[in-house]
């Protein structure tokens, strides 16, 4: 999903496509270290956006916990190695809000990382992104000035949007619930359930802002990134700044959808973390903002939905793995 709208976005940009190198999970299995090695070797890429991810909500992290931690290190330790070893002088590395503490002080602010217990249904997934930030904070520090790499870290919040993994079970909420109530329309059901209780809070950036705001942080002059953040402190939030409950956000899907039935709650699911709003202060003083409102961004996600919705159905029962190189 990010990968694709990254793509978008460079060539909005006037970027000639035969420079943009891509490869699918089929073409190029990044858990693969001599594959992953033979890819940058024959390609030579001058800059890495790092969006390749095994993700997944709340039940998929917690039902492959294993799968999450090994394919996002191996993932990411490939292609962070491989760049570095190939000549590759400018990276970006995609992580995630879950880096922080379950209770971390509200909104979260870059300098809460490593200061307290994660939330355990995404912990797996969380340490192997905070693995990935220091990947690249200690290859800058030991080959920095040698070699001239400069590696640098954004941290997303929660992400919907066109090319979302729309699976019923292993999805993250929007995705999970546009499909939900959209089959309920179909089938005239009397109500949607929803997981939980509904009281989490939450905070959502349309996909397509984020790759601008990917592509912006690449493009930012070395010294500004240098004077905004530290070579132990490096990554930078990325949010829309505004949180809205599940309930809410139930609310606004259904509407999107136009389902007329009723919302129920299922308190045999998780909540997960009570709140993750990030403080993405850093990245607004370094002049850049969100474009895309909640209420527009779910009309063109459902939009997209329904537009793929046949290939999505069959696909999302086939498989969760929502890698996006
Ligand atoms: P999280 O931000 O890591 O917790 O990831 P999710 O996007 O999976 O879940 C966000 C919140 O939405 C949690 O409190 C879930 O319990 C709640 N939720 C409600 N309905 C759904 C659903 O259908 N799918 C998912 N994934 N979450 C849901």
Redesign the pocket.
């Known amino acids: 999903m990010v990968g694709s709208a990254i793509v978008r976005q460079l060539l909005a940009q006037g970027h000639p496509a035969k420079q943009l190198i891509t490869r699918t999970r089929a073409e190029l299995d990044l858990a693969n270290q001599a594959a992953t090695d033979w890819f940058f070797a024959s390609e030579k890429p001058d800059q890495v956006y790092l969006a390749a991810a095994r993700v997944g ?3 998929a ?1 917690s039902t492959y916990p294993a799968e999450f931690i090994y394919s996002n290190l191996m993932m990411q330790a490939n292609v962070i190695h491989s760049a570095f070893t190939h000549g590759v002088k400018k990276l970006l590395f995609l992580g995630s809000s ?1 880096i922080y503490p379950r209770l971390a002080t509200q909104p979260m602010a870059e300098d809460a990382l490593l200061t307290g217990p994660l939330e355990p ?2 912990e797996p997934y969380a340490i192997a992104k905070i693995a990935g930030i220091k990947l690249c904070e200690s290859y800058n520090r030991q080959f920095g000035e040698s070699h001239g790499i400069d590696y640098r870290s954004v941290m997303p919040t ?1 992400l919907y949007g066109p090319g979302d993994n729309y699976h019923p079970e292993d ?3 929007i995705p ?2 546009i499909r ?1 109530f959209h089959e309920a329309d179909q089938a005239n059901a009397p109500s949607v359930a ?3 209780s509904g009281s ?1 809070r ?1 905070e959502f950036l349309y996909v397509d802002d984020m790759a601008a705001a990917s592509v912006y942080v690449m493009n930012l002059p070395k010294v500004r990134y240098a004077q905004n953040t530290q070579p132990m402190l490096s990554h930078i939030n990325v949010g829309s700044g505004k949180e809205i409950s ?1 309930k809410e956000l139930a609310e606004i899907i259904r509407k999107v959808v136009g389902y007329e039935g009723h919302i129920t709650f299922d308190p045999g ?5 009570p709140r ?1 709003l990030m403080n993405s202060k850093r990245i607004g003083l370094l002049g850049w903002k969100p474009r895309v409102d909640l209420e527009e961004g779910l009309n063109l996600a459902y939009a997209d939905f329904l537009r793929n919705f046949r290939r999505i159905a069959i696909s999302a029962h086939q498989s969760s793995d929502t890698t996006t190189p």
């Open positions: 909500g709340i039940h992290n879950c249904t995404n929660n999805s993250h909420v999970g619930l939900r929803i997981w939980g989490p939450r599940i699911k998780p909540d997960g973390a993750k």
